[in-house]
């Protein structure tokens, strides 16, 4: 603000201005700080004025459209890299909202009448089974939190899992009751508490891979489908497995008949449901080319109308086309060849290409044992006579069983198929180390 001061002479109306004084304002001394010389000046920096930035120098002429348009086609690769993983789960599941309803129905009917029962699924594996009956335990887990439906357990065994068949009853007890026990205990605990009489929740047991519990005397089976027919069992089982008359085939009739009529089968997915499973995953994305999807359901069709295996090329070509880094960020029918080229041309199906003719014939015979039986590993004599007659049907020579144990351990030498150690040839298990699928395609039109 300008002082004037005015003097008191009349004639001189102009104020004259004065000069304020100029002084240094005198920075308080900081703490823990030496004093400074006053022969050394101290430098004034000066606040940045509004609208300008803090330092011109650190400015970049960068293009940031492109940038952008980087870093979204990247935040693409990886969410379409982790829908297409087996494991993502997803809010419902495309092409099996018939199956999903039926499981759904089964379960909760028996949940509010308080009543038992077994459901028998069955379908070739990537069919949907399991994350079926998953989606639909879930859905009913929701019912109970929002009080439509009465609380019930939930208890799932898998074959795969378990060191033993028999260490089934201490799985079940362990999470029905939180208590550790041998077989034997296990055994006599579940049967007390499925036939007392009493308060008790329903409990809901999911069995995968329901061939893998099976034991010569079947004790196992007879056991988990006997329980569910006790009045005061409240037990609901959803047991699957891979073949529709695994029942028929292998169990025997006092277990076939507790197992019931409930049965459920599941088809293997046509190519226009795998274009949509896959797109269904990936469409908001815009990053497949239609062309490489509809590729992929054909070929995946084709061989197995494996869902599982469908995604793992789409995964695959996906990672083939984020390590090209294509300016375009789309996944095309080059990304497709490569991916089916890798994972049909493993070490192992080269293997079985360069097999001789009647090796090849043995691994059939083995999936066709597989098919009949539902069960993955068989012994040596069913194996032998599935392959006398194919060899019959194709007017080939029928070899004598000292080859086929030939060709059996000249097979396993190639860890194509696992023999089972120190039995007698003729009664030993064999089982493929490979997926039926794989046999399949390497083998095709190739005897």
């Known amino acids: 603000m300008d002082v004037y001061d005015y003097e008191s002479d009349e004639s001189e109306c102009t104020p004259k201005k004065l000069k304020r004084p100029t002084t240094r304002r005198k920075d308080p001394p900081i703490k823990g700080s030496k004093k400074l010389s006053s022969a050394v000046p101290v430098p004034i920096q000066h606040a940045p004025s509004k609208g300008t930035p803090k330092t011109k120098a650190l400015q970049l002429c960068l293009p940031k459209k492109s940038l952008q348009a980087e870093r979204t086609v990247t935040d693409d690769f990886a969410a379409a890299k982790e829908r297409l993983h087996v494991s993502c789960s997803l809010q419902s599941l495309p092409c099996r909202e018939n199956e999903f309803a039926n499981v759904l129905t089964f379960v909760e009917c028996r949940i509010h009448s308080r009543t038992g029962g077994c459901m028998y699924i069955s379908g070739v594996p990537g069919t949907g089974k399991t994350a079926t009956v998953k989606q639909a335990i879930s859905h009913l887990q929701q019912a109970v939190e929002s009080g439509e439906l009465p609380e019930f357990n939930f208890v799932e065994i898998n074959g795969f899992k378990l060191t033993d068949p028999k260490q089934a009853y201490v799985s079940i007890l362990k999470q029905l009751t939180e208590q550790d026990a041998t077989v034997e205990h296990a055994v006599s605990l579940l049967e007390k508490y499925f036939s007392t009489k009493g308060k008790k929740l329903s409990t809901v047991l999911l069995v995968d891979e329901l061939d ?51 049965r459920l089968a599941f088809q293997p997915y046509t190519f226009q449901q795998l274009q949509e499973i896959i797109s269904s995953r990936v469409q908001d994305l815009k990053l497949f080319e239609s062309d490489a999807v509809q590729f992929v359901a054909r070929k995946v069709a084709a061989v197995s109308g494996d869902a599982r295996r469908a995604l793992d090329i789409c995964l695959r070509a996906t990672e083939l086309a984020q390590a090209e880094k294509d300016r375009r960020g789309m996944v095309g029918m080059v990304h497709v060849n490569g991916a089916l080229q890798e994972m049909f041309s493993s070490p192992k199906i080269m293997a079985m290409k360069l097999c001789s003719s009647y090796e090849k014939y043995f691994l059939k015979s083995l999936v066709a044992e597989f098919r009949r039986t539902g069960v993955e590993e068989s012994c040596f004599k069913n194996i032998y006579e599935q392959l006398d007659g194919l060899l019959r049907v194709q007017g080939k020579e029928v070899i004598s069983v000292a080859v086929a144990i030939q060709l059996a351990y000249q097979l396993g030498s190639m860890r194509l198929v696992l023999l089972q150690p120190g039995k007698i040839d003729i009664l030993r298990k064999i089982r493929l180390n490979v997926s039926t699928e794989d046999v399949i395609f390497a083998l095709d039109e190739s005897v």
Do not use: C
């Open 212 to 262: 893998l519990l099976w034991t010569q005397k079947q004790q196992v089976l007879y056991h988990l489908f006997d329980w569910p027919t006790k009045p005061n069992a409240q037990l609901i089982i959803l047991a699957i497995a891979n073949t529709m008359d695994f029942p028929e085939r292998v169990m025997m009739n006092k277990i076939s008949s507790r197992l019931g009529l409930t």
